[in-house]
């Protein structure tokens, strides 16, 4: 991977993002106790204030360090650019779970140019842990390396999924996933695609999917996974990119053994 532009104030990509996904972390713990103003976009799909006031606070911070750099944003939609470099925010991953005190969610960073995932980054302010990601150097969990699971099949495997906001998608989910039952360990519904993600990609879940998504809710978790040494493409196999919205991640054994059960109804 060639060497990414330097900001205006002369630092790396990655320290600028760094800054951003914490300062977005310190705001949201502030609010995690207090008073929170809630909008539906649409029955299932909730945004809060914090939502809103963090992503602001990241979109200030990027767009004063690298103001030539295009921005697509969960709350905000795509600023438009003719940069090949576009940052992709999701300001608060889980909002759910932050409505109701659980304390399972993230600020999820990442950097595309053109259509490819060259930086990724995904902060949970709750345990104080950093995954990141830049394409070619490996994944890390702070300053260790980490590497998705070894397990060679779907057999006594933890999966993770989420539902998404969409009833036809929830079902079909819930579907897929009982049909594994029980040949696989135990499920977890994360409340967070992007710590799913994250979670893989460190060896926490063997395997994650979601058949929903949007580019902010998987673009730093994809770089996250492929550098820790694991595979992520579309749910049928078929090769992955920043729009997909049907996703698994896992390792290579898993990954074959899902695509064989599934292909054949098993």
Known sequence: MGELPLARSGRQALEVATQAAREAGTIIMAHLEGEMRTNYKTKTHVVTHVDVLTEK??????????????????????????????????????TRNYIYGIPHFCVSLALARQDEIVLGLTYDPVRGELFRAEKGRGAFRNDSPISVCSKASVDGSLVGFDMGYYADSGKETLSLVAALWPGIQSIRVMGSSALGLAYVACGRLDM???????????????????????????????????????????????????????????
């Open 57 to 94: 606070a990241v979109m200030t911070i990027l767009q004063e360090e690298f103001p030539g750099f295009g921005i697509l944003a969960e709350e905000s939609g795509r600023t438009a650019s003719d940069s090949p470099y576009t940052w992709v925010v999701d300001p608060l991953d889980g």
């Open 208 to 266: 994650y999917l979601h058949l929903s998504l949007s580019p902010w809710d998987l673009a730093a978790g994809i770089l996250l996974v492929q550098e820790a040494g694991g595979l992520a493409t579309e749910v049928d196999g078929k090769p992955i990119s920043l729009y997909s919205k049907r996703i698994i991640v896992t390792n290579q054994g898993i990954h074959e053994d899902f695509l064989r059960r599934t292909r054949s109804g098993r």
